[in-house]
């Protein structure tokens, strides 16, 4: 599997084998990785050094303290990758924008409110679909406008779910 991490502007490319090796970049590490609290405090050992570091999750990135420095990490596995690049490609740099639904399924969070300003990458909807959920992020700076769903709609491929303006 497939993932991308970009720290400080700086992307890494992380592949999980089949066999448990790690790849960063492209070269092999040895890396372990334990939870020592069932909360938020885990031990890494990458390269047979040791590291303890507090790992917390905020609107889907991570803040991560090493060390007295904390670091700001996204992570996207293949599939967001791919959805990401995709709307990537279509996105007006102004103007009304529509968040379509990638694929059928069921709302489960609209986390925005009509008239709110919204920056790019922020979460717009959860869409749950083959028992995944999926949070579809806006590509650009905008107004929220119009919501066209609600927590517990079902919808189909393509169905508009927010305007932006």
């Given at each position: 599997?497939?993932?991308?991490?970009?720290?400080?502007?700086?992307?890494?490319?992380?592949?999980?084998?089949?066999?448990?090796?790690?790849?960063?970049?492209?070269?092999?590490?040895?890396?372990?990785?334990?939870?020592?609290?069932?909360?938020?405090?885990?031990?890494?050992?990458?390269?047979?050094?040791?590291?303890?570091?507090?790992?917390?999750?905020?609107d889907?990135?991570?803040?991560?303290?090493?060390?007295?420095?904390?670091?700001?990490?996204?992570?996207?596995?293949?599939?967001?990758?791919?959805?990401?690049?995709?709307s990537?490609?279509?996105?007006?740099?102004?103007?009304?924008?529509?968040?379509?639904?990638?694929?059928?399924?069921?709302?489960?969070?609209?986390?925005?409110?009509?008239?709110?300003?919204?920056?790019?990458?922020?979460?717009?909807?959860?869409?749950?679909?083959?028992?995944?959920?999926?949070e579809?992020?806006?590509?650009?700076?905008?107004?929220?406008?119009?919501?066209?769903?609600?927590?517990?709609?079902?919808?189909?491929?393509?169905?508009?779910?927010?305007?932006?303006?």
């Amino acid at each position: 599997m497939r993932y991308v991490a970009t720290i400080d502007q700086r992307t890494y490319a992380i592949d999980i084998l089949p066999d448990g090796k790690l790849l960063v970049d492209g070269e092999e590490r040895d890396a372990g990785f334990l939870s020592l609290d069932d909360k938020s405090l885990y031990s890494l050992l990458v390269d047979h050094i040791s590291y303890e570091g507090l790992v917390e999750e905020i609107d889907g990135q991570y803040n991560v303290l090493l060390w007295g420095a904390l670091y700001t990490v996204k992570v996207m596995d293949e599939r967001e990758l791919r959805l990401a690049k995709a709307s990537a490609a279509f996105v007006p740099a102004g103007g009304e924008l529509s968040i379509r639904a990638p694929m059928p399924g069921l709302i489960v969070d609209v986390p925005v409110t009509p008239g709110q300003e919204v920056r790019a990458g922020q979460t717009l909807v959860i869409l749950e679909s083959m028992k995944m959920q999926n949070e579809l992020k806006i590509p650009r700076d905008g107004r929220v406008h119009q919501i066209h769903v609600k927590p517990g709609d079902s919808v189909e491929h393509n169905k508009i779910l927010i305007t932006i303006t």
